[in-house]
């Protein structure tokens, strides 16, 4: 799941902006995001059929949607709002400071969300996106989070003997595993199951268990998957509004990766 630094203006796809800085897509929290190419390949087809009228933040929202739908076994649609432009300005720097890290307190979560506009139930049911994926092993197993030390996590018995057997190999390398044990390749409410079973990755994800709100939340969502898709539905088209460009301090990039003056 992404939280926009700038806002739904695909700043997060630039490869370069600022000749003096990184772009976020550099930044530590976003080193696991992939298929860029996607969108790449997406927005080269429209600029043949179209020309420069569709704008990569509006792709990478239709790809949220459309990816949305087809990971719900074709269940879970919503209309998606267009006219974005994109923006201008894309730091590696405010990563670390505007992205909720995965030892987040339940507390640092709802500040996060709510700097830009969204409720503590939207933060809850946007979690879902967590049952899709996968995670660096460095994401939870380091000293922040400390999610494998059985002194001091909340964590499944057997769910953490397992992550350590995958991620303390003896290579050292950054392995990779899914996030959602149960049902990794599935958009459903299983995320939420998984939480209340202390089978969930992140402390960020064990957290919404720390406060009564989220805590109720997480219960209702893991209750029914009807209530769940609806509610998701919803915080996806609210997220793909949060501070959104227009012509006025945007552009309609031909390529997704730089801006138009390159």
């Keep these: 799941m992404v939280i926009y630094l700038q806002g739904c203006d695909a700043s997060v796809l630039l490869d370069v902006a600022d000749p003096s800085s990184a772009t976020e897509k550099f930044g530590p929290p976003n080193l696991s995001l992939r298929g860029f190419e996607v ?6 087809r ?3 059929e179209c020309g420069n009228v569709v704008s990569c933040a509006d792709v990478l929202a239709f790809a949220g949607r459309d990816a949305t739908y087809f990971l719900s076994n074709n269940k879970v ?12 300005v894309s730091l590696i720097n405010e990563t670390l400071i505007h992205l909720p890290p995965p030892f987040a307190t339940v507390e640092q979560l709802k500040a996060n969300f709510a700097s830009k506009g969204l409720s503590a139930d939207e933060m809850v049911t946007l979690s879902g996106a967590h049952t899709i994926g996968a995670s660096h092993c460095s994401s939870f197993d380091d000293d922040l989070s400390d999610r494998l030390n059985a002194s001091t ?17 003896d290579t050292g390398s950054d392995n990779t595993v899914v996030q959602d044990i149960k049902t990794p390749n599935k958009l459903d409410n299983k995320y939420y199951k998984n939480v209340l079973s202390h089978e969930v990755l992140f402390a960020s994800d064990a957290a919404l268990l ?15 998957n ?13 997220m793909g509004a949060i501070e ?19």
């Design 77 to 88: 649609y919503f209309d998606m709002p267009a006219g974005r432009y994109d923006g201008l």
């Design 153 to 169: 996590s909340d964590m499944d018995p057997k769910l953490m003997a397992s992550l350590e057997k995958q991620c303390r190999s």
């Design 244 to 262: 959104i460009k227009t012509s006025a301090d945007g552009e309609i990039r031909r390529s997704c990766r730089v801006l138009n003056t390159y």
């Design 39 to 44: 969108i790449d390949a997406a927005k080269a």
């Design 46 to 48: 429209i600029e043949k």
């Design 226 to 238: 009807n209530v769940w898709e609806e509610k998701f539905k919803a915080a996806m088209v609210r």
């Design 210 to 224: 720390t406060a009564d709100d989220t805590s109720a939340v997480v219960r209702a969502n893991a209750e029914d």
